[in-house]
């Protein structure tokens, strides 16, 4: 039985993603800014008898990082990370607001990198660790009005590959995950995409994620 830390996982693919490493028998810490929406996750959880704890913390903020991980770890070992938390916000590069950019940079990119980075001497200590990063197709290849945010998953990509090579010699496992659009909240303020209701079901990916994970460095989904 594994202690998870999933990011983002009040909502979409992170909450699937719980409800299914629950129903295998891990253990999953809930991330993520707003309780409410982690409150109904972890009842869902419980009512199927499952062991689950919340951790209401901005990624953003690396103190914020920093302070989870040190009190989460006092509760226990971590033996998974899930990056899965992020932003999009879609449009021609002359019409991104600032704040919308930083977002983007601070959520998928620092958030990402904050929390490998404050788990990471957790896992080398205790010779055995995984970190999982969501990333996209947008992390694959150019598109269209969302130049901000492929920026954001590229960057994450080389972060993933890099850290892949820096722990080849350590027993940790760095593995991307590459999958194509989803019908989640992530769409909710944007008519980027024109019929959400098309994109895969997140419990459908979360499925896949889980059936092949094989402590590879890479999944794809198409
Ligand atoms: N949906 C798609 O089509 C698609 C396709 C490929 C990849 N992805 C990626 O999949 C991941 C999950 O997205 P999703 O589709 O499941 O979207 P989602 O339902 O909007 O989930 C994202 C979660 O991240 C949390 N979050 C955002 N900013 C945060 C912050 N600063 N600190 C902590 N938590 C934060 C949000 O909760 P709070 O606002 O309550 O914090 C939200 O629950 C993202 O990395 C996304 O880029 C999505």
Redesign the pocket.
């Known amino acids: 039985m594994k202690r998870i830390l999933i990011?983002?996982?009040?909502?979409?693919?992170?909450?699937e993603l719980a409800l299914s490493y629950c129903r295998l028998g891990h253990n999953v810490i809930l991330?993520?800014?707003?309780r409410s929406?982690?409150e109904i996750v972890k009842n869902k959880i419980q009512q199927s008898r499952g062991k689950v704890e919340v951790a209401i913390?901005?990624?953003?903020s690396e103190v914020d990082v920093q302070k989870t991980v040190d009190e989460l770890l006092t509760e226990g070992n971590i033996d998974l990370l899930i990056n899965?938390?992020?932003?999009?916000y879609f449009g021609p590069l002359q019409n991104y607001q600032l704040p919308q950019i930083n977002?983007m940079i601070?959520?998928?990119i620092k958030?990402t990198i904050y929390l490998s980075k404050a788990l990471l001497p957790h896992f080398l200590k205790q010779n055995r660790g995984k970190i999982m990063n969501?990333?996209?197709?947008?992390g694959q290849k150019g598109k269209v009005n969302e130049s901000v945010?492929v920026a954001s998953?590229f960057a994450i990509r080389g972060f993933t590959e890099s850290l892949v090579k820096e722990l080849e010699q350590t027993p940790i496992i760095v593995t991307a995950v590459y999958?194509?659009?989803?019908?989640?909240?992530?769409?909710?303020n944007t008519n980027h995409?024109k019929d959400q209701s098309r994109?895969k079901n997140?419990k459908e990916i979360a499925k896949i994620i889980l059936e092949n994970d094989h402590n590879q460095n890479e999944i794809f989904i198409n």
């Open positions: 990011t983002g996982a009040g909502s979409g693919l992170g909450k991330l993520g800014r707003t929406k982690l913390c901005n990624i953003s899965n938390a992020g932003v999009g977002e601070d959520t998928n958030g969501i990333i996209s197709t947008a945010y998953k999958m194509g659009g989803m019908d989640t909240p992530f769409w909710a995409i994109l997140p």
